[in-house]
Every structure is written in structure tokens, then in C-alpha cells.
């Protein structure tokens, strides 16, 4: 009896210690970043002005390039992801579905500087050659497409971001369409609709917010995504419409300017920055897996 | 009528069959980057690969020849001293989230855990620099571990809680019948029982820390010669990558390049083989 009460204090222990270690992150990061929200309030976060060597320090130009760069990367793995979870679910032949599945698998593998260092030499080249020449030429009147062609910036950022959070979209997309009970197909079937009727009356219907739920985490992932993105959006803190045009996000400006900060105002600045990506991906973590979890339950019963 | 049906029929098996290749067609967009990628690791580093890469420390600027030896010294040393601290815990962790699910402590755990998972990791790094880089006085490789060591706590207890969930409670009930006491129960059989899926979870924790790069730029930072003390700045082979991928030098792209393939490789190798032990394990 007393051994057993010894392990559970342990446990008890351990999980007060990890609750008590996250706590503290939260506070040290507001503790370092106190100076900075108290010269600027509220409005550090609406301040369009990023100038450290003048003492200027506003969020919202990485603001913008998180949430720009995070949504155009949904809008291109989206379909991409949740084709593939249908292709794994319900068309591939059985015996290429594992082998497939492994290999979407491996691109979440590949580490954030490697897609980093790709996306400098191949992407950001492909984009400065073939993208620009195309978009620019024939769409520069639209304010969307006019920019240089430096291939590093905004577009090769979500692109590079696509990449990365499709296997997250992939494996959830593909967990919700696997929980749709399989009588709704035969059914369908049944019924005498297509295999494409079927993937869209049973299956696609049925999961409409398990996909978003899939999605949201897929945008959770790509906010707090730094490397890849650092390398490759250019880095200047300017808010434009612009794909072409460089750009910076909020993990971005950190993990570039850290390192080298000069002075405290401009630590604390960027430590602020860390806490408004810690509570903006928190938020949105939290929402994706209260809504897949929701639907989950909701599927099986 | 009846030359109207055939027509609605073959328009709608037309659009079943085009939809199909649509879906295909999407799909191998999906896997297309990984070839892409890897293709041009493979072609980039494998040139730049040589014996030089693993043994010598990096030569100067502008200089040609170098390797990042103590990179991949430094990489091994910390992934190694994160695993440490991080996979007891996580497995602690795992575990008590598992089997104690009516503690209201280990709902909080669960839900902490969820929330770490989602903090980006170079979040972490602020705040692994807040504790142990401002207090030591410089960037160290005791910063450096410990900021992995976050990133992998909670994949280790998700997996673990994951396969624990999946273990029969006749083997738990079978055990207490025995006269065990619950923690070696839970220790010795239930553990034991999912060993091969649990040490799964740890391989791709472990992997995932190798190629962590964010938390360690101004933790550990990085360094050009061999690290003599862990309070000392130490370099890592993705920290490495990063600074020579963004640097206007030739052979420094060169040098990324071997390395990125060196990084790719194992990981892919762990990846591999944890996938092989699952699978042996499940037989």
C-alpha cells in the first residue's frame, strides 16, 4: 500500500513540476517582455514602425506577415491535403495506400532548416524565374502581383510553408475520413451513386468540420513555423499586399534580430513579440483540437 | 426518355472518373516536394560529402576544404543530454495521464501538454534564454539542451499516453490479482507490454530534436572550435546549416549542402528504424 502512494506522489509531483514549468515560460516571457508593453501599451501591437537602431518598436508588420503568409500556405496545401487523405481513404489501389501514407509522412520529417536551405537555392530561383515572369508580366497592373523579382519574399515563404503543414492536414483529414462508418459508402453505393458521388455525399458531407478542424491545426503549425520562413520572406518589416515584395513574421524577426539585439528596448520588444505568438498559436491550437475532438465523437456514435 | 437516361448516366460516370484523377492528380502533388527535395539534397551534398566533413572543424571564411565535426559532436551531445532530461518524465508523464484519468492533476497535465505541443519552438528558445542564458552569463550548451529537451516532453507523453490506452485492462486487472502493487504493475507489465510502440515515440522525439534549429540560435548559439565546457556556446549541425546556407560564400553553400544531407539521412534513419521495431514488435 505505502509503495503505491511513494509512486503516485511522484507522479503528482511531476505533473505539478510540468504545469509549473509551463507557467513559468508564460511569465518569463511577460516578464521580458514587461518594458516594451509599458513604453508602448496596447497599441505595441497595432504600431506599424519596427526601427530598433531609432527605438521604435511595433508589432503589427509581423502580425500581418504571420498571418498573410500562414493563410496563403492553407490556401495552397488545403486541396492538395485533402485530396490526398481522400486519395489514401478511398481511391488508391490497398496495397500503394501504406507506402504512399509513409511518404507524406516523411515530408514532416524533413527538418525546417532543410526546407530552409531548399527553399534559398531551388524555390526562391523557380520563383525569380518562372513564377514572377508569369504573374508579374501578365497580372503586374493588380497591386497582388506587382513587386520585384527577388524570389525571396511572401509567396516563396507560403510556398515553402505549404509544403511543411500538408502532412499535418494529410494525416488529420485523413483520420476523419477513415471515421466515417463504412455502411454510409455501402450505402451510397447501394443506391446506385458514382465512387465520386459517394466520396461526396458519405464521406466529404460527413467531415466538412472535422476538414476545418484539420485545417486550423495546419494554420497552428505554420504560425509558429521559423526557419524555412526566415530564410526565404526577406525579412523587412514592411506591411504590402504584395507576394513579391519581402516581408517578416513575427517568428521570423525573432529568431533573426535575438542573437544580435542591441540593448534591452529592442530584447524586450522582440520578447513581446514572442508572447503574442505564444498566445495567438495557443488559441488556435487549442480551437483546432477542441473542434476535431467534437467532431470525432460526434462521427462515431 | 429513354435516350436521355444513358446521357445523364455517362455525364455522371464522366464526372466520377474526372473527379478520381483530380484526386490523384492532388495527391501526388502531395508527395512531389519530397522528391523534389531530397533529389537535390542528394545531387548538392553528396559532391560536397567527404571524410573531411566528419573530422575537421570549419575552415575560415573564404578559405576552401573544412567539415563541421564539432557540429555533429555538438548535435550528438545535446540531443543526447535533452533525451536525459526529457524522455523519463515524458514516459512519467505519458503514463500518469494514461492511468490516472478520474485525477483532476492529470487532466491539467493532459491539457499542458496539448499546449506545449502547439508552442513554437522558438518560443521555447526565449524562454530557455530568459533562464539559463541571462543567469549563466552567456550562450551555453545547458540552454541549448534543455530548450530541446521542452520540445521533446510532451511528443514523449502523447505517444506514451497514445499506446498505454490501447493495453488491455486484463493485463492491469491480471497483475493487481497477482497481489502487485499498482506502480509495479504499471512499471513493469503495462510499460514492458507497449515497450516497442513507446520506444517508437522516443525514436521520432529524438528525431524531431536533431533538426530543431530555432531554440538553439541564441541558446547554444554557435561556435567554430571544439566546446570544452558545457557553459561554453557549442555548435550543432542545424545551426551550422543555417548560418553557412545564409552566407554569401560558395563553399559554405557547399558545406550546407553535405550537411543538410547528413541531417536528412539521419533522420530518415530514425525514422526508419523506429518504424522497423514497431513493426517487429507487433508481430
Redesign the interface.
Known amino acids: 500500500m505505502r509503495s503505491d502512494d511513494v509512486f503516485n506522489l511522484t507522479l503528482r509531483a511531476l505533473a505539478l513540476t510540468v504545469i509549473g514549468g509551463f507557467l513559468a515560460l508564460t511569465w518569463f516571457l511577460w516578464k521580458s517582455a514587461m518594458p516594451a508593453l509599458h513604453v508602448a501599451g496596447v497599441a505595441f501591437v497595432w504600431r506599424t514602425e519596427w526601427d530598433p537602431v531609432l527605438g521604435e518598436f511595433g508589432a503589427l508588420p509581423f502580425l500581418w506577415g504571420t498571418l498573410v503568409s500562414s493563410l496563403l500556405a492553407l490556401l495552397m496545401s488545403a486541396p492538395v491535403s485533402i485530396g490526398a487523405a481522400l486519395f489514401l481513404t478511398d481511391i488508391a489501389p490497398r496495397g500503394i495506400r501504406a507506402p504512399i501514407a509513409f511518404l507524406i509522412e516523411m515530408l514532416a520529417a524533413i527538418p525546417s532548416v532543410v526546407y530552409g536551405i531548399w527553399g534559398i537555392f531551388v524555390l526562391a530561383p523557380f520563383v525569380r524565374e518562372y513564377v514572377h515572369p508569369l504573374l508579374n508580366g501578365h497580372l503586374g497592373f493588380l497591386p497582388l502581383f506587382d513587386g520585384p523579382p527577388f524570389g525571396l519574399g511572401m509567396l516563396t515563404a507560403a510556398m515553402v510553408l505549404a509544403v511543411m503543414i500538408t502532412p499535418t492536414i494529410t494525416a488529420v483529414c485523413r483520420e476523419v475520413f477513415r471515421s466515417v462508418p463504412d455502411p454510409l459508402r455501402e450505402a451510397a453505393t447501394g443506391l446506385g451513386a458514382t465512387r465520386w458521388e459517394t466520396i461526396r455525399l458519405a464521406v466529404l458531407k460527413t467531415s466538412i468540420s472535422g476538414i476545418f478542424g484539420a485545417m486550423i491545426l495546419g494554420l497552428g503549425r505554420a504560425l509558429g513555423e521559423t526557419m524555412a520562413v526566415t530564410m526565404v520572406i526577406g525579412n523587412r518589416p514592411d506591411i504590402s499586399i504584395s507576394l513579391f515584395k519581402p516581408a517578416a513574421t513575427m517568428a521570423s524577426v525573432i529568431a533573426n534580430e535575438y542573437a544580435e539585439a542591441q540593448g534591452d528596448a529592442h530584447l524586450s520588444a522582440l520578447a513581446a513579440i514572442g508572447l503574442v505568438l505564444l498566445l495567438v498559436s495557443s488559441i488556435v491550437n487549442i480551437g483546432a483540437r477542441w473542434i476535431i475532438k467534437h467532431t470525432e465523437s460526434k462521427t462515431h456514435v | 426518355m429513354s435516350e436521355g437516361l444513358p446521357r445523364v448516366q455517362r455525364r455522371?460516370?464522366f464526372?466520377?472518373v474526372?473527379?478520381?484523377a483530380?484526386?490523384?492528380?492532388?495527391?501526388g502533388?502531395?508527395?512531389l516536394?519530397?522528391i523534389?527535395?531530397f533529389s537535390?539534397?542528394a545531387r548538392?551534398g553528396l559532391p560536397a560529402l567527404n571524410l573531411d566533413f566528419f573530422y575537421k572543424l570549419p575552415a575560415p571564411a573564404g578559405e576552401l576544404g573544412g567539415g563541421m565535426a564539432n557540429a555533429i559532436a555538438g548535435s550528438l551531445l545535446m540531443v543526447v543530454m535533452s533525451g536525459l532530461m526529457a524522455i523519463p518524465?515524458g514516459l512519467?508523464?505519458g503514463?500518469?495521464v494514461a492511468e490516472?484519468p478520474n485525477?483532476k492533476?492529470?487532466l491539467?497535465?493532459r491539457f499542458?501538454?496539448?499546449?506545449?505541443?502547439?508552442?513554437?519552438?522558438?518560443?521555447?528558445?526565449?524562454?530557455a534564454?530568459?533562464?539559463l542564458v541571462v543567469p549563466m552569463g552567456g550562450f551555453n550548451a545547458w540552454a541549448g539542451s534543455a530548450a530541446l529537451a521542452?520540445i521533446m516532453?510532451p511528443v514523449v507523453s502523447r505517444t506514451t499516453e497514445e499506446i498505454l490506452r490501447l493495453i488491455p485492462g486484463q493485463l492491469r486487472e491480471a497483475g493487481l490479482a497477482l497481489g502487485l502493487?499498482?506502480?509495479?504493475v504499471?512499471l513493469r507489465l503495462i510499460i514492458r507490454a507497449g515497450r516497442s510502440a513507446i520506444a517508437t515515440g522516443v525514436f521520432l522525439a529524438i528525431?524531431r530534436a536533431?533538426?530543431?534549429?530555432?531554440p538553439l540560435?541564441?541558446t547554444s548559439?554557435n561556435n567554430q572550435y571544439w566546446t570544452k565546457s558545457l557553459s561554453e556556446p557549442v555548435a550543432s549541425l542545424?545551426v551550422q546549416?543555417?548560418t553557412y546556407?545564409?552566407s554569401p560564400y560558395e563553399e559554405w553553400?557547399r558545406l550546407?549542402?553535405a550537411g543538410?544531407l547528413v541531417?536528412?539521412s539521419v533522420?530518415?534513419a530514425i525514422?526508419l528504424l523506429s518504424?522497423l521495431l514497431l513493426k517487429r514488435g507487433a508481430k
Not at chain 2, 22 to 27: K, P
Not at chain 2, 116 to 126: H, Y
Not at chain 2, 181 to 184: A, E, G, Q
Open positions: 455522371r460516370h464526372k466520377s474526372m473527379a478520381n483530380i484526386i490523384a492528380i492532388l495527391a502533388f502531395a508527395i516536394p519530397l523534389l527535395v537535390y539534397i548538392a518524465p512519467l508523464c503514463l500518469y490516472f485525477q492533476l492529470a491539467a497535465l499542458v501538454i496539448d499546449l506545449l505541443t502547439g508552442v513554437p519552438s522558438i518560443v521555447i528558445g526565449l524562454f534564454y530568459a533562464v521542452i516532453l502493487p499498482r506502480w509495479k504499471l528525431a536533431s533538426g530543431e534549429t530555432a540560435l541564441f548559439f542545424p546549416i543555417y546556407a545564409i553553400h550546407a549542402w543538410s541531417l536528412v533522420v530518415f525514422n518504424r
